[in-house]
């Protein structure tokens, strides 16, 4: 066997990998959509039937006329995107802070900030229920988005301060040649030359908050408050398990994290080539 031969079973060997390796990620995607597009007598069928015999899309309807869906919709978007924001905000200054400034308790401070990011959720479900019933925060947007920067401000800290901290120096020693502050140079040459990876912690911190299930069905009791996992997750009645209505509901849910990966995709993979400026 030549070694031009060898070369190109390699080749085929590796692309054969991937392909088995895309399938067994995207198989459980692939069967919740051709649940949902199944008749209702297929989808407990034996033996299962992959192929529908033919396609409808009524619990796609039902999603949204059986249940409230849309209204779950705007919960989860408008709650994930004010605790991304305020988590980027936040952690963005903090981490350049720790990656920077040198002063007693640093390393001692990330620590903590990463030990509070390991949390179990169940362990700080009861004191934060109490804070929340106490400030009559409970059903309300404000009683889900500051839980939420509990767990999503550490982990955005946390990852920021380490592309922070591989920025190369030179950048904030020609700032201040130039007469810029702190302020400025933070402002106008970091946040502009951290912004791939800032887009990439944020679609993290985005996706973590997106499909958080035990916080919303312990601080979100009104129907009209509930977010999507919360309101998928109490679709089945005392009689009922409408597994095609559950299917849809997944599907709509997951196709638009799909399209956000989609559009920042360039964003994403510039942010985790980000040390690659540093020297």
Same mark, same amino acid.
């Given at each position: 066997?030549?070694?031009?031969?060898?070369?190109?079973?390699?080749?085929?060997?590796?692309?054969?990998?991937?392909?088995?390796?895309?399938?067994?990620?995207? $198989?459980?995607?692939?069967?919740?959509?051709?649940?949902? *597009?199944? %008749?209702?007598?297929?989808? &407990?069928?034996?033996? +299962?039937? /992959?192929?529908?015999?033919?396609?409808?899309?009524?619990?796609?309807?039902?999603?949204?006329?059986?249940?409230?869906?849309?209204?779950?919709?705007?919960?989860?978007?408008?709650?994930?995107?004010?605790?991304?924001?305020?988590?980027?905000?936040?952690?963005?200054?903090?981490?350049?802070?720790?990656?920077?400034?040198?002063?007693?308790?640093?390393?001692?401070?990330?620590?903590?900030?990463?030990?509070?990011?390991?949390?179990?959720?169940?362990?700080?479900?009861?004191?934060?229920?109490?804070?929340?019933?106490? $400030?009559?925060?409970?059903?309300?947007?404000?009683?889900? *988005?500051? %839980?939420?920067?509990?767990? &999503?401000?550490?982990? +955005?800290? /946390?990852?920021?301060?380490?592309?922070?901290?591989?920025?190369?120096?030179?950048?904030?020693?020609?700032?201040?040649?130039?007469?810029?502050?702190?302020?400025?140079?933070?402002?106008?040459?970091?946040?502009?030359?951290?912004?791939?990876?800032?887009?990439?912690?944020?679609?993290?911190?985005?996706?973590?908050?997106?499909?958080?299930?035990?916080?919303?069905?312990?601080?979100?009791?009104?129907?009209?408050?509930?977010?999507?996992?919360?309101?998928?997750?109490?679709?089945?009645?005392?009689?009922?398990?409408?597994?095609?209505?559950?299917?849809?509901?997944?599907?709509?849910?997951?196709?638009?994290?799909?399209?956000?990966?989609?559009?920042?995709?360039?964003?994403?993979?510039?942010?985790?080539?980000?040390?690659?400026?540093?020297?």
């Amino acid at each position: 066997m030549t070694q031009k031969t060898k070369q190109r079973l390699g080749w085929v060997a590796f692309y054969l990998f991937v392909v088995v390796f895309l399938v067994m990620l995207l $198989l459980p995607f692939i069967w919740q959509f051709l649940t949902s *597009i199944k %008749p209702l007598n297929e989808i &407990s069928a034996m033996p +299962a039937k /992959w192929i529908p015999s033919y396609i409808h899309f009524d619990f796609y309807v039902n999603v949204f006329t059986k249940h409230p869906f849309a209204r779950y919709l705007f919960n989860s978007a408008f709650v994930a995107i004010c605790s991304t924001l305020l988590s980027l905000g936040v952690g963005s200054t903090a981490a350049y802070a720790l990656s920077r400034l040198r002063f007693k308790g640093r390393k001692v401070l990330l620590m903590c900030i990463l030990s509070i990011s390991m949390f179990p959720t169940i362990a700080t479900l009861s004191p934060l229920y109490l804070i929340l019933k106490n $400030l009559k925060l409970l059903n309300t947007y404000a009683g889900l *988005i500051i %839980p939420y920067i509990t767990f &999503s401000l550490p982990m +955005a800290i /946390w990852l920021l301060s380490s592309f922070f901290g591989q920025l190369d120096r030179g950048y904030e020693e020609a700032a201040a040649i130039d007469g810029c502050n702190r302020r400025q140079t933070f402002v106008r040459i970091i946040l502009p030359l951290i912004k791939p990876a800032i887009f990439s912690v944020g679609l993290l911190v985005f996706i973590n908050c997106w499909n958080e299930y035990l916080y919303a069905l312990t601080f979100m009791q009104a129907e009209e408050m509930r977010t999507v996992p919360v309101g998928i997750a109490l679709f089945p009645s005392n009689y009922q398990l409408p597994w095609g209505d559950m299917a849809a509901a997944s599907i709509v849910v997951t196709v638009p994290l799909i399209l956000l990966v989609l559009i920042f995709q360039k964003n994403i993979i510039a942010g985790l080539t980000t040390g690659g400026m540093k020297g």
